[in-house]
């Protein structure tokens, strides 16, 4: 597998490229675009003078537009890398920028949404394929962006039934340049899948942080002195972006209910399983999930190393 980005590309695969959102991935994108020189002309743009003023000193574009609409006229291909609840109004602020053929891709977490919210605004003979990097972290801001955020990671397409074929595969070779496998699959099927592996376990998360922030019987000091127990690796995923998370469960409310209805029989289960004090049924389903994380390590998705490769030697406490 791959461990940094390919050389650049002998020839750009658009022309003019616009990104709108420069955050975390708004500014990977820039710094993978740039580096392996995917456009001719990189645009960005974002509603936040102080993002628009650090994109600038950090020099990732080419160009930086004070509105969305400056940056998508003229534009080959547009990305909105903006909070999945704002993906309606950027593309109603570009819609009238746009020139024909142009593509219009995305990279939020929900896909049914944004397909609904972006598809009316967008003139006739433009292109919308969405798409969905399987890549991230929990910071935010264009600071916190890298060129290899995508490299070995998946990016799936959720091209609407009629998309034009060229528009799909240029936005293909798009993330498959920056190191990304792609899958192709419909919006709903990606929701559903995603609230499973992505948009249920923040969830968790977030309600067991909180969960332990409220608890009277054991001090905020004791949660944190003993997090190590498994706490902190909860922590990590409750840090990651407020505005983002609220837009995903807010735009994928069905598969997210239908996903936890099933989480809370299984926790129901083993309930009942402590209390009984059914041994055999515990080991079994601790035997099956070790099995998952071991696939998921096999296929490269996370290292082998004991405890994410912390380097323990290093750390003063536990
Ligand atoms: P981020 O770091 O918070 O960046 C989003 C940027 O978009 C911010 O600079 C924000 O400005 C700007 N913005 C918000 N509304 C805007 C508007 N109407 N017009 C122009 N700019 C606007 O977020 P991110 O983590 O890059 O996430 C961006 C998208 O990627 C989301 O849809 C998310 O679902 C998806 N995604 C995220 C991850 C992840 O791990 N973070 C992974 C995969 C996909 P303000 O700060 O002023 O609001």
Redesign the pocket.
Same mark, same amino acid.
């Given at each position: 597998m791959p461990e940094r980005l390919a050389p650049p590309l002998a020839e750009p695969l658009v022309g003019r490229l616009a990104l709108?959102?420069?955050? !975390?991935? /708004? *500014? $990977?994108i820039a710094r993978a675009a740039q580096h392996l020189k995917l456009a001719d002309r990189l645009v960005v *743009? %974002?509603? *936040?003078p @102080?993002?628009r003023a650090r994109v600038r000193v950090l020099g990732i574009a080419d160009e930086v537009t004070e509105t $969305?609409a400056e940056a998508a006229r003229d534009a080959d291909m547009v990305i !909105?890398?903006?909070?999945?609840g #704002?993906?309606g109004?950027?593309a109603a602020?570009i819609g009238g920028a746009l020139k024909p053929g142009a593509i219009v891709s %995305?990279?939020?977490?929900?896909k049914g949404a944004?397909v609904a919210a972006v598809g009316p605004h967008l003139p006739a003979g433009t292109h919308l394929v969405p798409a969905?990097?399987?890549?991230?972290? @929990?910071? *935010?801001?264009?600071d #916190? /962006?890298f060129a290899t955020l995508f490299l070995n990671r998946w990016s799936i397409l959720t091209p609407p039934e009629g998309t034009d074929a060229g528009a799909t595969d240029v936005t293909r070779r798009l993330w498959e340049a920056m190191g990304a496998q792609v899958e192709i699959m419909t919006a709903q099927h990606h929701d559903l899948v995603l609230a499973i592996t992505s948009h249920v376990p923040h969830l968790i998360a977030y309600n067991i942080v909180g969960t332990a922030a409220d608890l009277e019987t054991v001090t905020q000091s004791e949660v944190i002195k003993f997090s190590a127990g498994g706490f902190r690796d909860f922590t990590r995923i409750a840090a $990651? %972006?407020p505005?983002?998370w609220r %837009?995903?469960f807010l735009s994928n409310k069905d598969a997210v209910l239908e996903m936890l209805g099933r989480f809370n029989e299984d926790l129901a289960a083993l309930q009942r399983a402590i209390r009984w004090g059914d041994g055999e049924a515990l080991f079994d389903l601790f035997a099956r999930t070790r099995a998952i994380r071991r696939g998921i390590i096999d296929i490269g998705q996370e290292t082998p190393e004991p405890d994410f490769g912390r380097r323990h030697g290093e750390e003063t406490t536990d």
């Open positions: 709108i959102g420069l955050g !975390l991935i /708004g *500014s $990977s *743009s %974002d509603a *936040s @102080e993002v $969305s !909105l890398c903006v909070p999945v #704002a993906c109004t950027v602020e %995305d990279v939020g977490s929900v944004v969905h990097p399987v890549a991230g972290t @929990e910071y *935010s801001g264009p #916190a /962006g $990651s %972006d505005t983002m %837009d995903v």
